[in-house]
């Protein structure tokens, strides 16, 4: 397996249009069931009303709900829970429903969505390419062979990550890494990692969760596309 990154840009939806207004943001978390998606966005720059206003814009979306909102530094950023129903392919549905492996978060940028993926060959990244090709325009920024390499955070990175994380995260994640609860296909589960650590697996999902979503947003701000 190896990593990629694919960008998409879809002309018609409101994700281009976000490009337009210098706002960044991200799909933090999303589940899709039978085609209804539920999914957790946070927007970050100077005109979050607009790019709130977009999402509202678009057909899909049942509802669209700001859950929270501020300022960090000299940007505004808002954290938006949407509720969407798609009756056409989208790139994600393209990718689950064809057993492709996205990793959150999706990025938005400069009009495009940023996938990160695991691809088991470059057969199947042309076929992605081609699946993708029929909802909007897709080029592929990177391909590296060592899927580590595209995914682990930097020096600064994980400076950060130990400012954030508590030492009971830590220690989950690094058990849950060695007895392979990331690998694919998953060789231990969390109760495995439960029995490890001697709490309770309901504890351990919750520190995992708290844990990776730190990663996961020191990661998303780490870099630009």
Do not use: C
């Not at 689950?96 to 088991?120: A, H, V």
């Not at 730190?214 to 596309?225: D, M, Q, V, Y």
């Amino acid at each position: 397996m190896f990593g990629a990154r694919i960008r998409v840009h879809l002309s018609d939806d409101w994700t281009a249009e976000l490009g337009q207004y210098d706002i960044r943001g991200d799909v933090y978390t999303a589940t899709l069931h039978e085609r209804q998606y539920t999914a957790l966005y946070r927007f970050r720059g100077n005109n979050i009303d607009k790019a709130v206003e977009l999402a509202e814009s678009a057909d899909y979306f049942k509802s669209v709900e700001v859950i929270d909102r501020g300022t960090n530094g000299s940007a505004s950023y808002a954290i938006v829970l949407t509720l969407a129903q798609f009756l056409e392919p989208t790139p994600y549905t393209i990718m689950l429903e064809n057993d492709y492996m996205p990793l959150d978060p999706t990025i938005l940028q400069n009009g495009y969505e940023f996938f990160d993926l695991f691809i088991r060959d470059r057969d199947r990244l042309a076929e992605l390419v081609d699946r993708l090709g029929s909802v909007g325009d897709v080029g592929i920024d990177r391909v590296v062979s060592d899927i580590e390499m595209v995914f682990t955070p930097s020096p600064v990175t994980w400076g950060s990550l130990e400012e954030l994380l508590t030492d009971r995260q830590r220690e989950v994640i690094v058990v849950a890494y060695e007895l392979g609860y990331f690998s694919v296909p998953r060789e231990a589960t969390l109760s495995d990692i439960a029995a490890h650590i001697d709490i309770e697996k309901s504890t351990v999902g919750e520190h995992l969760r708290r844990g990776m979503g730190h990663i996961g947003k020191i990661l998303a701000e780490r870099e630009s596309p």
